[in-house]
């Protein structure tokens, strides 16, 4: 019998496991240290990233539960929604994208696309948004789509986990740290679940501290093994998708010195934090450092 979850692998076209290489740039102290990186960017070129690590096995559920239809939530640039929408053409399965703002006059290159894959697009104020996790809101979406699946904002939920412990089995070798950035908390919850002998340091990449903390707490049971970890919110440049010059100057050298790509939203953010922590000789000398690269170039088009 052939395993379903390579099944789903192969149906969509995802080249895994993705490589683990060794960082080669030039940043003041970086021989110190042993830094990698995992490149989850290269996983698929719409399904990237973390979005795969958080999807894979609510999309086998699914498949399992012959699901007609999914509801799931995002901004007009959501990585979440865009792999989403693809991976559900592919399988048939209808999507609802409850979207926040109005782009119906000029849609974002992200809704352009989904549209295209015959996502059913709904447009959202602000308000109504910030109910996407509120029981009486969900309870009434579910009556409206009696036959839908609500997966939630950035796929991040209990099912999203199991899909990092593929991550972190995949590893070839053992790492003191791994760095990952912090939007929603499925990618850093799943790591930590993952729960390897090193510690997990989380960026965020929105102004959340607390927040952050929290909504990666409810989403590991309390029972669970867990690795030492933390977040930082030095990195967070002003918010969400906020950046700075300097930050953008950052991307465009970081690839040309690597020739990998990375976007200021998540992975400039990461990867800046780390040259700075590195810089400052943040880890004891030595250290193995994985920096994972989550992927989601599509957003900064
Ligand atoms: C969504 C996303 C993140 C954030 O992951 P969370 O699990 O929501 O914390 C990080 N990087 C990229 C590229 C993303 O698209």
Same mark, same amino acid.
């Given at each position: 019998?052939?395993?379903?979850?390579?099944?789903?692998?192969?149906?969509?076209?995802i080249t895994?496991p993705?490589?683990?290489?060794?960082?080669?740039?030039?940043?003041?102290?970086?021989?110190?240290?042993?830094?990698?990186?995992?490149?989850?960017?290269?996983?698929?070129?719409?399904?990237?990233?973390?979005?795969?690590r958080?999807l894979k096995y609510?999309l086998?559920d699914?498949k399992d539960?012959s699901?007609p239809e999914?509801v799931?939530?995002g901004g007009?640039y959501?990585?979440?929604?865009?792999?989403?929408?693809y991976?559900c053409?592919?399988l048939?399965?209808?999507l609802?994208a409850?979207? !926040?703002? @109005?782009y119906?006059?000029?849609?974002t290159?992200m809704l352009?696309?989904i549209?295209?894959w015959?996502?059913e697009?709904?447009f959202?104020? !602000?308000?109504?948004y910030k109910?996407r @996790?509120?029981?009486?809101y969900?309870?009434t979406?579910?009556?409206?789509?009696?036959? #839908?699946?609500?997966?939630p904002e950035?796929?991040s939920q209990?099912? /999203?986990?199991?899909?990092?412990?593929?991550?972190v089995s995949?590893?070839? !070798?053992?790492y003191?740290y791994v760095l990952a950035?912090v939007g929603?908390?499925?990618?850093? #919850?799943?790591?930590i679940?993952?729960?390897?002998?090193h510690t997990?340091?989380?960026i965020?990449v929105?102004k959340?501290q607390d927040?952050?903390?929290?909504?990666?707490n409810?989403l590991?049971?309390d029972d669970?093994?867990k690795?030492s970890?933390s977040?930082?919110?030095?990195?967070?440049?002003?918010?969400? #998708?906020?950046r700075?010059?300097e930050l953008?100057?950052f991307?465009?050298e970081f690839?040309?010195q690597? !020739?990998?790509s990375?976007?200021?939203?998540?992975?400039?953010?990461?990867f800046?934090? /780390?040259?700075?922590?590195?810089?400052?000789? /943040?880890?004891?000398?030595?250290?193995?450092?994985?920096l994972?690269h989550t992927?989601?170039l599509?957003g900064s088009?």
């Amino acid at each position: 019998m052939t395993d379903p979850s390579d099944d789903l692998t192969l149906q969509l076209g995802i080249t895994s496991p993705s490589p683990e290489q060794p960082l080669q740039v030039d940043w003041e102290n970086i021989a110190s240290y042993q830094v990698f990186i995992k490149r989850d960017d290269l996983l698929h070129p719409i399904i990237s990233g973390n979005k795969w690590r958080k999807l894979k096995y609510a999309l086998l559920d699914l498949k399992d539960r012959s699901v007609p239809e999914v509801v799931s939530f995002g901004g007009g640039y959501s990585n979440h929604l865009h792999a989403l929408a693809y991976a559900c053409q592919a399988l048939s399965i209808k999507l609802i994208a409850v979207v !926040r703002g @109005d782009y119906s006059q000029q849609l974002t290159p992200m809704l352009n696309d989904i549209q295209d894959w015959e996502a059913e697009i709904r447009f959202v104020n !602000r308000i109504e948004y910030k109910q996407r @996790d509120d029981a009486t809101y969900l309870a009434t979406l579910q009556a409206q789509h009696p036959k #839908a699946t609500i997966i939630p904002e950035g796929g991040s939920q209990h099912l /999203a986990l199991k899909g990092l412990d593929d991550l972190v089995s995949e590893l070839e !070798r053992d790492y003191d740290y791994v760095l990952a950035p912090v939007g929603s908390g499925g990618t850093l #919850a799943g790591l930590i679940q993952a729960c390897g002998k090193h510690t997990v340091l989380g960026i965020a990449v929105l102004k959340g501290q607390d927040y952050l903390e929290d909504m990666v707490n409810r989403l590991m049971p309390d029972d669970s093994a867990k690795s030492s970890w933390s977040i930082n919110h030095e990195f967070h440049f002003g918010g969400y #998708a906020k950046r700075n010059a300097e930050l953008s100057g950052f991307c465009v050298e970081f690839q040309q010195q690597t !020739r990998i790509s990375i976007e200021p939203v998540y992975s400039g953010k990461l990867f800046f934090a /780390a040259r700075q922590l590195i810089a400052e000789k /943040a880890f004891p000398p030595g250290s193995r450092i994985l920096l994972i690269h989550t992927g989601g170039l599509q957003g900064s088009r």
